[in-house]
């Protein structure tokens, strides 16, 4: 399987805990994207990655979120001491350019739920 | 600010008859807009795109046109099948901020 590959597929953490969401780019894809989706409402831009550089992360909260797309390996979404509002699918996307003339392809997301 | 807006949150369509499903939008910087299917539990699946120069793009069953003085773009889907019953998204981009901006979705529903 060639695509955007996600896991775990369920996270299920404590409030205050830390979670970790990994993603792997479809082969040759070196920019990666993090999207949050909350029940009934369309995707919202988190972060977007190159290899060892994030990009832009206008859409991460400031405190508790970070990503990271290292030189090797799969790029990581961290929630640190994570809260119920967290609680999500979080999708990543990988595309061949920054452009948009090369569509955005999706793996099948992490749902995190926060007990 | 809702950027990118699909005003109908369901659609019922008979199999074989065309689907059409609309978006809004209000931004006129975007250069690209996307069509995307989901299913449940799954991620999004590209469609089709739409580049801002352009006012119509077919890919087989699937026709967008785009109506850039109206802000209005639109998906035609002929002829529906059981298959095509999911939720589409609309999303627009613009290649200055790299940022898909989404559509809360339509969900569509083919009748047999």
């Known amino acids: 399987n060639a695509g955007v590959m996600q896991n775990p597929r369920h996270l299920v953490r404590r409030r205050g805990q830390e979670a970790r969401l990994r993603c792997s780019p479809m082969k040759g894809h070196s920019h990666v994207y993090w999207y949050r989706q909350l029940p009934e409402e369309g995707l919202k831009f988190m972060v977007y990655l190159q290899k060892e550089n994030i990009i832009d992360e206008s859409g991460m909260p400031k405190e508790r979120f970070s990503a990271e797309f290292p030189k090797e390996g799969p790029s990581i979404l961290r929630i640190q001491q994570v809260v119920r509002g967290d609680s999500a699918a979080y999708f990543c996307a990988s595309s061949a350019t920054g452009s948009g003339n090369q569509p955005q392809h999706f793996g099948d997301g992490t749902r995190l739920s926060i007990l | 600010d809702q950027q990118v807006k699909q005003n109908s949150p369901s659609l019922s369509v008979q199999e074989g008859r065309i689907s059409i499903l609309n978006c809004d939008y209000t931004?006129?910087?975007?250069?690209?807009f996307l069509w995307y299917k989901k299913y449940p539990a799954e991620g999004p699946t590209f469609l089709i795109s739409?580049?801002?120069i352009k006012d119509k793009n077919e890919d087989g069953r699937f026709t967008v046109f785009l109506n850039k003085s109206a802000k209005h773009l639109s998906l035609h889907i002929v002829p529906s099948q059981p298959g095509d019953s999911a939720v589409y998204f609309c999303?627009?981009?613009?290649?200055?901020?790299?940022?898909?901006?989404w559509g809360a979705g339509t969900k569509l529903i083919i009748k047999p």
């Open positions: 999303a627009a981009f613009m290649d200055s901020n790299y940022q898909l901006i």
């Open positions: 739409i580049s801002s």
């Open positions: 931004n006129s910087m975007f250069d690209y």
